[in-house]
């Protein structure tokens, strides 16, 4: 573990060997401020169900931003998410590298209700 100086750049890693992972990250103490440390986690007689269910409270935390910035009166913000299938091997792909500007454009334009995403598009094209 070391502390990370302002401006310090320390990369996320992620690993596995023989069902334990091992990720070296950066995270803010209440005391100490940001460091980085290596963390393990044993996944040893851990069940698929287990493994689902715990990737799945994960998963929901990332997507909670997008849904809750998603605007539109309440059956058009249902029709979007409610009961709503997420590819978990796209989210995998995507993981959360910079997008490039149109790729942002359209993530904005995703998350505007239909109405609104034609009105931005008559205007700006």
Known sequence: MKKVMKDEKVSRTISVADDVATIHHVTDHKQHGQLAI?????????SRDELIKIATRALVIDARPKFKSYKGDLDTIAKEW???TFNVKELL???KRKLSPGER???FLDALPPEE????LEKYL
């Open 117 to 120: 995403r034609e009105k931005a």
């Open 38 to 46: 290596t963390w393990r986690f044993d996944f040893h007689d851990v």
């Open 82 to 84: 409610d009961n709503k």
């Open 93 to 95: 792909t995507t993981g």
């Open 105 to 107: 454009l359209q993530r």
